[in-house]
């Protein structure tokens, strides 16, 4: 009886075995078909292995200096250039090793434990996401809306993560991840958040930093290092608390490290920020043009914004920030005095000197329909007069302030009254090159980029004044072989009507008014920028020889060929003059100025790079000649402030003179140039290996110094010079010469003027020996 009850019991038994191991292959089965069905694109689009080995990614065009820094990019939303996984600090890969997929190195995209665990608690106890099943949610699906949408996009990421898995190393993976993820604040992929919130390469980052930028994985939003301090701050412990719990630190080094603080060094990337903003905008026009005639192998455009895009320049990060630093360093002082001379009582209708207030109405009201406020409402519908009462209605800017730490200052005001304001701040531009190479060093447009957009390096074209005269005297010692020791007498000079193509007579004065009488070398007299010895000159050889030199040396201005023109009356930008000055130094070849070495694609490919233009200008004699006459400039001239002290008492003089005394001893071969009313002050300084150009002037012609004593080139721009140059040789990796310029094997042109005076000296004493033999 016992052994059929017990057989009666297995036998009732038997069914619901049977069911549960038919329950248990159905549902095997069915989670193989679901995902089967998810892997066929039953649920929606699944990328395809093409897409897998090439994952659409925004990246952003690189700008990269001569010395290996990046000075920016070019993007529209992803502000994202990739790392490679070598490029990645071994505590950031702990840190979010431990903190986002302990078992990362151990699964195949799914983790079998977390995923159990995740449904057994709920998601009390943490998640189940493996880095694999983020990137493939970052990289390939869309927010879900619904419950069922989250299930059949958590099966989706299950499935591209095994995709993922199996094309790619566990080492690839994580630098995809963190290069795909956005840390906001423009800062998108690992190497922009490391630039932005430490100001460093990611390889640089220490392990507390490392974990703050794991800790904003969970959600950058919430964890934001500029808007949550303490939050972020916890969160970033947490992380270190759990390099510990899994053996990458020490509890020693964890407690250390959590007690430190936190030290965010914020540096936003935007195209309106940073160094070379001038630069990088010019690139950004050049690259328009530079893709519409190189087109992609299969006829495409580049996107300048998206493709990722590398573009190598010449420009010297170091370099560059010195010229920053000198030009705000300067220009800061020199706006105070200008404001200082036109104050109400000073100067009634300042900024403006010397015009009436109906010229004043008509510049302010031309500026008003020039700018972008005009543009905009009139593409919206509104009429002339609608537009312009908008103009007149107050309201809340932010407006450039040389005196606020920023630069900035929040105000209330009309916006023509913005408008006038910003015509107060004097403007400049300068441009530093190699004149051997033409590889541009340093430019910078304008005093801050923010707010003064226009670059003055290559957009503006001002009067060149005395800068200009160099070409007079370079074209009368090519043609005429004059030695700069050959002299002309200082008398008022006149060139008669109908000649050069003058109407009427020229007759220049020199800008003291004073004429001396007495024979002046041509050293002495583009020292002195003596106008009568220019007018003479000019005289000999002609207005078209010298506008012929010009334009071989780079001028692509339009410059009349009349007499005038050697006194600086054409428009000329900083960009062409330095390359012009470059030849001097360049023992005569020109060398058009190169911003741009090389261009590769987001695979390294190369897809440009560029070709020196160059043109045999002058010969070697001539240009040493003519770097010998600039040299006299800077010993005995208007660039000999360069040299010592020349103002000892005078204190206020002094403090516009940003740095002044510089005492510099090396060779420089320099040019002032300072045009009428003193609207543009210029100075171009060169060594060796390096020439500098510097304007500073006013956005009208009409807004300038009331005397020469402030508004001349030698107070305006010489100052620009001399603390960019005095900072470049305070490094000397920078390589700046201090040596004289090198001199011609053979040189056919004396350039000693000492020794021709001896020379003419004792002609006359043998005359005079020859006259006592004579027998009247």
Request: glycine share 8%; with cysteine.
């Amino acid at each position: 009886m016992a052994k059929k009850r017990q057989k009666k019991q297995q036998q009732n038994f038997f069914p619901f075995i049977k069911w549960f191991w038919i329950l248990f292959g159905a549902g095997v089965f069915s989670i193989v078909l679901i995902f089967l069905l998810a892997s066929w694109g039953a649920f929606g689009e699944m990328p395809t292995f093409e897409r897998l080995e090439n994952p659409t990614t925004n990246l952003a065009t690189e700008f990269i200096s001569s010395d290996g820094e990046t000075l920016g990019k070019l993007y529209l939303n992803d502000n994202r250039t990739p790392v490679t996984y070598e490029g990645l600090p071994q505590n950031l890969v702990n840190a979010l090793v431990a903190t986002e997929d302990a078992r990362y190195f151990d699964h195949s995209g799914i983790d079998a434990r977390g995923t159990l665990r995740a449904v057994a608690y709920l998601g009390t106890k943490g998640g189940a996401s493996t880095i694999s099943q983020q990137l493939s949610k970052l990289l390939f699906t869309e927010k879900p809306s619904g419950g069922v949408e989250r299930i059949i996009q958590k099966i989706k990421e299950w499935v591209i993560a095994i995709r993922l898995e199996r094309q790619y190393t566990k080492e690839e993976i994580i630098a995809m991840y963190l290069n795909q993820y956005d840390f906001i604040n423009n800062a998108d992929g690992i190497r922009s958040a490391a630039r932005i919130y430490f100001g460093k390469e990611p390889a640089d980052l220490r392990t507390e930093e490392s974990a703050v930028l794991v800790g904003m994985l969970k959600n950058s939003s919430l964890y934001n290092p500029m808007r949550r301090e303490e939050l972020v701050f916890n969160r970033r412990n947490t992380v270190l608390g759990q390099m510990a719990k899994y053996g990458y630190i020490s509890e020693e080094v964890k407690d250390s490290l959590q007690a430190r603080e936190m030290k965010i060094n914020f540096n936003p990337e935007s195209h309106r920020e940073g160094l070379a903003t001038y630069f990088r905008m010019y690139l950004q026009r050049w690259l328009n043009n530079w893709v519409k005639e190189n087109p992609k192998p299969n006829g495409e455009e580049y996107n300048i914004y998206l493709d990722g895009l590398k573009v190598y320049t010449t420009i010297d990060s170091r370099m560059q920030q010195n010229a920053e630093e000198a030009v705000q360093e300067h220009m800061k002082n020199l706006q105070a005095e200008f404001f200082h001379q036109n104050t109400p009582q000073r100067n009634a209708t300042a900024p403006f000197l010397d015009i009436s207030r109906g010229a004043i109405d008509t510049i302010l009201t031309n500026s008003m329909k020039r700018s972008a406020r005009w543009r905009h409402l009139k593409r919206e519908g509104l009429s002339e007069k609608e537009i312009e009462a908008t103009f007149h209605k107050k309201e809340e800017m932010t407006v450039f302030d040389w005196n606020s730490d920023s630069y900035e200052k929040d105000t209330i005001m009309t916006p023509m009254d913005s408008i006038r304001y910003y015509k107060t701040f004097l403007r400049t531009a300068m441009m530093s090159m190699e004149p051997q190479t033409g590889h541009v060093k340093a430019w910078v447009g304008g005093v801050d980029y923010k707010h003064f957009q226009y670059d003055n390096v290559i957009q503006g074209s001002r009067q060149a004044g005395s800068l200009f005269k160099p070409f007079v005297y370079a074209a009368a010692i090519d043609q005429l072989r004059y030695s700069p020791c050959f002299t002309l007498p200082d008398n008022m000079y006149s060139i008669e009507p109908g000649k050069h193509g003058n109407m009427k007579a020229w007759t220049p004065k020199n800008s003291n008014g004073k004429y001396s009488g007495e024979n002046l070398s041509l050293k002495e007299a583009l020292a002195g920028s003596v106008n009568t010895i220019t007018a003479q000159l000019m005289d000999r050889v002609g207005p078209g020889s010298v506008a012929s030199i010009a334009k071989s040396m780079g001028i692509t201005k339009e410059i009349p060929e009349v007499p005038s023109i050697a006194l600086g009356t054409p428009d000329v930008n900083v960009y062409e003059m330095v390359g012009a000055f470059g030849t001097y130094a360049n023992q005569g070849v020109y060398v058009k100025p190169v911003m741009v070495t090389r261009i590769e694609d987001k695979n390294g490919t190369v897809l440009y790079e560029y070709t020196p233009e160059t043109k045999d200008v002058l010969s070697k004699d001539v240009a040493y000649a003519m770097v010998n006459l600039l040299e006299g400039v800077t010993q005995y001239g208007s660039g000999a402030w360069l040299r010592g002290d020349y103002h000892k008492n005078e204190t206020r003089f002094k403090e516009v003179m940003s740095g002044y005394p510089y005492n510099f001893e090396n060779p420089i071969a320099g040019k002032t140039g300072t045009t009428q009313n003193q609207s543009d002050g210029w100075f171009m300084g060169t060594v060796p290996n390096l020439v500098t150009g510097v304007w500073v002037g006013g956005e009208e012609r009409s807004i300038h110094f009331s005397s020469i004593s402030y508004g001349q080139g030698a107070v305006m721009s010489l100052p620009i010079w001399a603390l960019y140059m005095k900072k470049n040789y305070a490094n000397d990796e920078l390589g700046i010469s201090k040596e004289a310029f090198e001199e011609p094997e053979e040189m056919s042109i004396n350039i000693d003027c000492s020794k021709e005076q001896e020379d003419e000296e004792q002609e006359k004493i043998d005359t005079e020996d020859d006259l006592d033999d004579l027998d009247f």
